[in-house]
Every structure is written in structure tokens, then in C-alpha cells.
Nanobody, 123 residues
């Protein structure tokens, strides 16, 4: 069974850090690019970051550039999103998803999705 499972979300104060994980089962992540998305209440789902399968190239939305870092550990079949200097506006449910390569964040181009993990940034 193909499955993506996000974890690592939680409540953190502004300026804090969290590391999200996206673990795959039922297939090998090696051949997929992985995108991270987020959806805040009442807002559309937006792309945050993507990491390619071929050379590990990384891409970030302007809103998180310099604060978030995406990485992958193919041996663990897991992709991570390290989030530093968190702001209240980063509060959202975070999702990971797969596609053959990184080329934007059009939702319909992503194949498999996880169920999401809640990140809340609040004092």
C-alpha cells in the first residue's frame, strides 16, 4: 500500500523550530521529487518547498526562503523539512506529496499525498 505519513508538527513559540518528516511506505522515494505544502484555515493550499530526486536540487517559496530547509534521506525513505525562525503566519497543516520532478506547485501534478501534520506558531 502506497502511503506518505507526515509527523513532527506541534505547538511552538514564534522564533522557534520544528522538523517535519515525510515517511514513505509501499514505494521507494528515490525516484520521486517531494514537495511540501501547507494550508492555513480559510486559505488555499500553497507550495512551500520541493526537493528533486535526481540531484537533490531544492526550491523554496519566497515566504520561507532562508528559514526552511528541505532534505532527504533515501536510506530511510524519508524527506524532512527543517523550519527555523517560525512565525505565526507559518501556522497551517503541512502536507508532503510526490511527483516525478520539481516544477512548481500545481496540486494536480502531485500524485501521492500524506494526511498532514498541524503546525501552530503561537505565544
Amino acid at each position: 500500500q502506497v502511503q506518505l505519513v507526515e509527523s513532527g508538527g506541534g505547538l511552538v513559540q514564534p522564533g522557534g523550530s520544528l522538523r517535519l518528516s515525510c515517511a514513505a511506505s509501499g514505494f521507494t522515494l528515490d525516484y520521486y521529487a517531494i514537495g511540501w505544502f501547507r494550508q492555513a484555515p480559510g486559505k488555499e493550499r500553497e507550495g512551500v518547498s520541493c526537493i528533486s530526486s535526481s540531484d537533490g536540487s531544492t526550491y523554496y517559496a519566497d515566504s520561507v526562503k532562508g528559514r526552511f530547509t528541505i532534505s532527504r534521506d533515501n536510506a530511510k525513505n524519508t524527506v524532512y523539512l527543517q523550519m527555523n525562525s517560525l512565525k505565526p503566519e507559518d501556522t497551517a497543516v503541512y502536507y508532503c506529496a510526490t511527483r516525478p520532478y520539481c516544477s512548481g506547485y500545481r496540486l494536480y501534478e502531485y500524485d501521492y499525498w500524506g494526511q498532514g501534520t498541524q503546525v501552530t506558531v503561537s505565544s
